[in-house]
C-alpha cells in the first residue's frame, strides 16, 4: 500500500461531489492509519478513530434513511397529531373539510423535511472536508517527515511542528504540535509508556478537532423548518390555490384567534422531530465486527490495563480538562452532541477504551469498492 502523500490529501478535499469526497476521505484515513500504525505500533491513532467516524458522517451526507425515520416519528408523534387536529378545526370554521391524511400530506409538503435534511448533510460534508484536509493533510506531511531515527530527535520534531499555528483552536494548532510530539516519543517506548503517549496525542488531536468542528455540528442539528408565517403562507397556497394574503381565506383563517399559535406549536413538534433524526444519525457509531455504539449511553467495556492507571502529567492534566467522570465510564454518555464538553468527554473515553481493540484496523469497505473509490467513482450497494 502507498504512503498516502500531501498531493493527494489536496486531490481528495478539492473533489466537488461531497459524497464521492467523503468516501475517499475514510479509504485516505484508513491508508494513513496503517502507515502511522507502522511507525508507532498497532495502538489505534487518531486516524483509525477518523476512518469509523467519516464513515458514519457518510450516512449523514448521503442522507440514508433521513426521510424514512422521520416519516414515521411524525406519523406517531401524538404531538403532530394534536397540531393536526387543531389546524383541522380552523380550516373547518371557514367551510374548508377535508381529510386528515389531506392535512398531513400538505402539512409535510409545506414543511419539506427533505430540505432540512439536506441543511444537515451539507452541514456535515463541510466538516468532514474541513478536518481532513488540515488534520489529515498533517499526518501525510508527518509520514513524509519521519526517518529512520534511532531515537526520539525532540530538535527534529520542533521542526516539523514550526511550521504549524501557535495558539489554542480553532485558529491555533498548538494541540496539533503536541500530538505529532507524542506520537514520536511513543515510537521510541514500550509498555504502559507507549500507551499513555499515544492516547495523549489522540486526545490533543481530538481536541482539535473538534474544536474546529463544533459550528457544523450545531449547524447540523438545527437544520430544521424556519418561520411559522412561512408555513402558513405554503400551507394556504396547498389548500387553497390562488391564496393570497388579502384573500377571503386568509382574512377569515386570521378571524379564528390562534391558528399561528398551533402552526408555531406544530413546527415546534417537526422541529424537535428533525433534531431528533439527525441525533440519532449523528450519535451512532459503526465499528467493525457489527458493533453500534449509542453515542448518548455510557460506554461498555472497561478501561485496557495498559491505561486503567494515568502516569504521565500531560495526560493526567488533559484528562482532568474533558473526562467530567475521572478514570470510569459512568456518565460518559452524551446528552447533548452539540455540546462540545458532553461530546469531548464521551470522545476521551472512546478513545481510551478502544485503543488496543485491532478490529479497528479493518478496512471500511471491500478491495472492489475501495478500488472503485480511489479512481473517483461511488460504488454500487452498501457502504
Known sequence: MNTPTVEEID????????????LAITQCYHEISLCVAGLIGASANWCTFATWASKQAGQTIRQEDLLRAFEERFALSAEVSAGLEGISSHFKTIGASLRANAYRAAILQSLDPAAAFARASAAVARG???????IGREFARFLGFVGDEPDFDREKVARFCATLRPGDPPVGQRFLAEAFTAYCQARFQ?????????????????FHEQTRLQPEIAE???????????????????????????????VRLNQTGDLDRVLAGLIEAVNRLIRQVVTDHLM????PGKEVLRLGRDLPNEFPE???????????????????????????????????PDRMHFIADLFRVYQLRQQLFEAPYTTMQAALIKSGERPDGPL
Open 220 to 250: 447540523a442539528l438545527d437544520a430544521a423548518f424556519g418561520k411559522t408565517e412561512d408555513l402558513k403562507d405554503n400551507l394556504l397556497t396547498r389548500l387553497a390555490p390562488g391564496f393570497n394574503r388579502r384573500s377571503r381565506w386568509s
Open 284 to 287: 451512532t457509531l459503526h465499528l
Open 306 to 340: 495498559e491505561l486503567t492507571q494515568i502516569s504521565d502529567p500531560r495526560l493526567q492534566e488533559l484528562l482532568a480538562r474533558v473526562d467530567l467522570t475521572p478514570d470510569s465510564l459512568r456518565g460518559s454518555g452524551a446528552q447533548d452532541w452539540a455540546n462540545f
Open 11 to 22: 486531490r481528495i478535499a478539492q473533489q466537488g461531489d461531497p459524497i464521492v469526497r467523503n
Open 128 to 134: 468532514n472536508k474541513k478536518v481532513f484536509e488540515e
Open 190 to 206: 514500550t509498555g504502559n509508556d507507549k500507551a499513555q503517549s499515544i492516547l495523549l496525542a489522540n486526545l490533543c488531536a481530538g
